[in-house]
Nanobody, 125 residues
């Protein structure tokens, strides 16, 4: 069964960095959208960053632009989220997701079919 698998979450102090990884295996599609989403308790799910694996085009939420970077390693079927200058408001469960159908990747969680289990990121002040 197709399922992204995340890793790399943890606890860090404000101003610190973390890198999340997502291994995407079992896809029969050669190119697709991959995205990182997050959800904090009591808040709606937010599209943090997405990338189109065909050409590397990316989109970011305004709240993370300039601090987070999404990237890919196609040879490893892996997508990364480098998070720098972390803030307490970045605390959330982070999910990796895949959309095998779209060629324009949007930060809309409803477009993504396959989801990982999530990895917790906690930023303390």
């Amino acid at each position: 069964q197709v399922q992204p698998v995340e890793s790399g979450g943890g606890s860090v102090q404000a101003g610190g960095s973390l890198r999340l990884s997502c291994v995407a295996s079992g896809y029969r599609y050669s190119v697709y959208c991959m995205g990182w989403f997050r959800q904090a308790p009591g808040k709606e799910r937010e599209g943090v960053a997405v990338i189109y694996t065909g050409d590397g085009r990316t989109r970011y939420a305004d709240s993370v632009t300039g601090r987070f970077t999404i990237s890919q390693d196609n040879a490893k079927n892996t997508v990364y989220l480098q998070m720098n200058s972390l803030k307490p408001e970045d605390t959330a469960m982070y999910y990796c997701a895949a959309d095998p159908r779209s060629t324009v990747c949007l930060r809309d969680w409803a477009a993504f079919d396959y989801w990982g289990q999530g990895t917790q990121v906690t930023v303390s002040s």
